[in-house]
């Protein structure tokens, strides 16, 4: 289990916010980070991969990406750290056996915890920062390298790879125990509250992208689709492609661009 730990620690500090490695933010925090993008394509897989099961990790990744799917990090400020949500949390989901419900709560307990250790470290970085000042005024090339990029990342990969190793090596061995000691009635509310949390995140990002209460027609249309004509995500796809040509070419013209249109008429007939 060692060497399973070490890679998932490995991939959860590549694929931190300030780890420069995989072509910066687009290849780490943009990519595999994400249990989406990399639930369905990187991180649940790839954790899948390395506990032996791929299935599950896929299954886990999806369920914990709707709850983070309309997450943003303006200024890099965070309310959860998806990169501790995508590697820790779901390999614990995993391990326990419990299903992507339980999996989901873990992943949103992890997730908090996961910003106190980004807090700190940008804490720290001001010990670096500071060294860099003093290299700089005394003219220190080796200095500046070594405390603007060496010493921070080192202390970013001591804080991601240490966490993520303790606690998927130890929770191999105590994770199934621990959830099976849980109470029933704890277990019973985890997996309410797993099922509850995608929904909040659908709503959330529903909340951002619909302008008009008008378009939530769409996402029933889908929602019965899935729900009770049992469609597949090929068939759902194509269903959604046609409602997005049948709107965005025969919707009605907005008052404002009807009313200019008649205005310039006025204007050519003079």
């Known amino acids: 289990m060692i060497i399973e730990a070490s890679l998932i620690g490995l991939l959860c500090y590549l694929g ?92 949103a307990t992890i997730g908090i915890a996961g910003t106190i250790l980004f807090n700190a470290m940008m804490v720290l970085n001001s010990y670096w920062n500071h060294r860099a000042d003093v290299a700089l005024e005394k003219g220190d090339e080796r200095g500046i390298y070594f405390n603007s990029a060496i010493g921070p990342q080192a202390m970013n990969f001591v804080l991601r790879f240490v966490p993520t190793f303790i606690a998927v090596y130890f929770g191999a061995q105590y994770i199934s125990g621990f959830m099976d000691s849980l109470p029933k009635i704890v277990l019973s509310t985890m997996n309410v509250l797993g099922g509850i949390l995608p929904a ?44 997005a040509l049948i709107h965005y070419n025969y919707k009605p013209e907005a008052p404002q661009a009807v009313a200019a249109r008649k205005v310039d008429d006025d204007e050519d007939e003079f």
């Open 16 to 107: 931190a916010l300030s780890s420069p490695w995989l072509f910066g933010l687009t290849g780490g925090w943009y990519l595999i980070s994400r249990p989406l993008v990399s639930g369905m394509l990187v991180s649940g897989m790839l954790v899948g991969l390395i506990l032996g099961d791929v299935k599950t990790g896929i299954i886990i990744g999806v369920a914990v990406q709707a709850v983070y799917i309309a997450m943003v990090t303006p200024g890099g400020s965070m309310p959860a750290d998806l990169n501790f949500v995508a590697y820790p949390a779901i390999a614990l989901g995993i391990l326990s056996g419990k299903g992507p419900e339980v999996a989901v709560a873990l992943a």
């Open 200 to 243: 909040v995140g659908i709503a959330i990002l529903l909340k951002q992208i619909i302008k008009n209460y008008t378009m939530l027609i769409y996402f029933l249309v889908g929602f019965i689709c899935i729900v009770f004509l049992k469609l597949n995500m090929v068939a759902l796809v194509i269903v959604g492609s046609l409602l």
